[in-house]
């Protein structure tokens, strides 16, 4: 993989011609969007298979090897700017070196790396045969790896050393070509931890259940004694949580069947236990989740669950994210807890990152789905949308800046906010559309934490006092961890909120274990309470802490979880999911819509049911034809005006769709079981992107009562 450019070029595609020559190497191709990518001056990056023959060439070289935390196949060189490429093209010609790349970083985000690895996710037209698609990558010096399951026509592929571009360059010239719906070079960031430990405040789980006090509001907790009343929790329901390490040693998990095919990914082995001095923030995490009732130490939310401990290598690539949600399946995960996100402002999934979620969500526990918990972050920021910054130290970040943070926005994925204990929003919390439920955690300043060059990335400061306390969860055993005894006492962050909220969803799943996932997040979603912060935000002064129509609030969701309305919900629904639908009707709309383009209103088609009863099945039919698919976004709202997302921008190059969104294919169709069938179904079709435009032909909506 070199990153020369070749004498020829490919045949622009349809997509707005092609790609100028100045952009082929500075655009990354990622869920759909194009992101632009600066590189990084004094550095870059090489992959060999002995590694301590890479620090003998750098020996003889003005270079030196990183000595900061790198990939686990990639050695990152530090060079002068000025002898940068000089340097670079001497490792490439070394025979001990596979392959050598520029370090990028996402334009107007200093916090990010962004490192390139060997592969290319590429996504055909259904038309393309196999004999094309092999003639087509080969030519280009590609081979195989293998198909990406659940996505049609799809396809992991690596360089080969006749490939005379690197990954960036052919993913941009593979997205010209009229055969190709989506090319995206896996690369890999670093992960961030949403937390950073605090002084001690208050030794009690008043998260848990309190009865008052000093810095505690009515309520403020998750009602976890009412929920045990139920049940707190059984082995078979097994929370994976995915972090740093986890301290198998300590005596919060230990007991029989406790825990469940433990992993690490860093070392390459099955004993994820810390390793470097700041491996603390799973053993803190895992405790929240699942810490043993054991008469010692703390308590978790669901302490009769098992615990699947996952260690990260600490960065993000396609193959990574993978591995871990593979893993997680294979091994029988029931609940999935994620405390970390990417290291960057601005940062949309891959397609096989999104790929390997919904597996998970609809493939886990035998077609029923995994329930995925991701932490909000802790930026104070949206989740998805733009801020006009500025006080940032250094200057970082100004003007209109766009968040994204992936993971977060994923349709499978419950994501989290935190409250504090005086029931409003923690200071550091992200927010924003996509935040499924709250969870109360600790009071803080927001801190990203991403190291950038020289300095830590964070956020301008809040001024004034942040009440509340902090959480009391396990700790890494002896000096090593966040105190000497075993136990930290100031635990917090969406990080902590997250393992709570999946905790809760196991106590869910151990009342009635054929829940779906979708099922258990709408559970979580329709039994929380809707606590109000009527505060304005001290750092932008608006106030996002009420309710608006369909009973959401971007800065708590639907609500701060409550696990003893979760729990007997789940107990109730047993008896509901066991009526069959007696009838069914079926409507149409066949009322021709223009799409407009690139508007956020989109085209909205309204069909009205007029039977009463109560939505047992559902299936959706589309037909639309439009110039580029790939700019769509579809949804369904109810007459209960809750609205659930039925196809996101991923359909590429494809100009016509004609399918049905059933249960077993969109499993967020669930949210409207056990609805009033009677009043308006509206789909709405949204082109999110300038240049193309369409018409929604018609749409059939199929209910069983």
Known sequence: MTDQTPTDSTQPGSQGGGMPESSISKVLQRG???????????????????????????????????????PAKLTEIVVDPAQRDAVMQQMRDANEVNYASHMYQLKDDPGSRVYLTDQITVQFAPAVTAEAI??????????QVK?????????????????????????????????????????????????????????????LNHNGGNNLAPNSHVSAEQAWDLTRGIRSITIAIMDDSVDLTHPDFQGIGKIVAPRDFKENDFLPLPGD??????????????????????????????????????????????????????????????????????????????????????????????????AAGNANRPTNGTVNESGWPNNALSGPTSWL???????????????????????YSNWGAEVSVCAPSNNAPPGVGLQATGFVFTPPQVTGALPGLGIVTSDRVGAAGYSADNIAIDFGGTSSACPLVAGVAALVLSANPDLTAAE??????????????????????????????????????????????????????QAVNAIAPSRQIQQEN????????????????????????????????????????????????????????????????????????????????????????????????????????GTLNQWTLTLGL
């Open 32 to 70: 759909g969007e194009e992101l632009l990518l600066e590189k990084v001056d004094d550095r870059f990056t090489v992959n060999a298979t002995d590694k301590a023959a890479i620090a003998q060439l750098v020996d003889s070289l003005p270079a030196t090897v990183s000595t900061e935390r790198s």
């Open 134 to 143: 092999a003639q087509i990558t080969a030519s280009i010096g590609l081979q």
């Open 147 to 207: 198909p990406i399951e659940g996505v049609p026509n799809t396809f992991v592929f690596a360089t080969t050393a006749s490939a005379q571009e690197n990954p960036l360059k052919i993913a941009n010239r593979l997205m010209q070509r009229s055969e190709v719906l989506t090319a995206e070079p896996n690369i890999v960031v670093q992960t961030q931890p949403h937390y950073r430990p605090r002084d001690p405040i208050y030794p009690k789980q008043w998260h």
């Open 277 to 374: 001095p700041d491996d603390n923030h799973g053993t803190a995490c895992a405790g929240v989740a699942t810490a043993e009732e054991n008469g010692v130490g703390a308590i978790g939310v669901a302490p009769g669950c098992a615990l699947m401990p996952i260690r990260t290598t600490g960065f993000l690539d396609d193959q990574t994210i993978e591995d871990l949600f593979g893993w997680a399946v294979a091994k029988g995960a029931s609940v999935i807890s994620c405390s970390w996100g990417p290291a960057a402002v601005y940062f949309p999934l891959s397609l096989r990152q999104r790929a390997a979620l919904t597996q998970a969500a609809t493939t886990g526990r035998n077609g029923k789905g995994c329930v995925i918990v991701f």
């Open 405 to 427: 943070g992936g993971f977060t926005v994923h349709p499978d994925v419950i994501t989290v906010s935190a409250s504090t204990s005086l029931n409003r929003k923690a200071a």
């Open 520 to 573: 258990v997040k709408q559970l979580l979603q329709q039994t929380a309470d809707k606590i109000v912060d009527p505060n304005p935000d001290p750092q932008f002064g608006f106030r996002k802490g009420t309710y608006e129509a369909g009973g959401r609030s971007d800065w708590f969701g639907y609500g701060k979880v409550n696990a003893a309305k979760a729990v007997q919900a789940a107990v109730q629904r």
């Open 590 to 693: 066949s009322t021709g819509i223009a799409i407009p383009d690139n508007n956020p209103q989109g085209a909205i088609s309204t069909i009205q049911i007029t039977d009463a009863g109560t939505v047992r099945s559902i299936q959706v039919s589309v037909a639309i034809d439009h110039s580029f698919l790939g700019d769509l976004q579809i949804s369904l709202t109810s007459p209960a005006n809750q609205t659930v997302l039925l196809q996101s921008r991923n359909l590429g190059r494809s100009t016509r769709l004609q399918t049905t969104y059933t249960l077993q294919t969109t499993t967020l169709l669930r949210r409207f079981l056990n609805q009033p069938a009677q009043g308006s179904w509206k789909l709405r079709v949204v082109d999110a992107a300038e240049g193309d435009t």
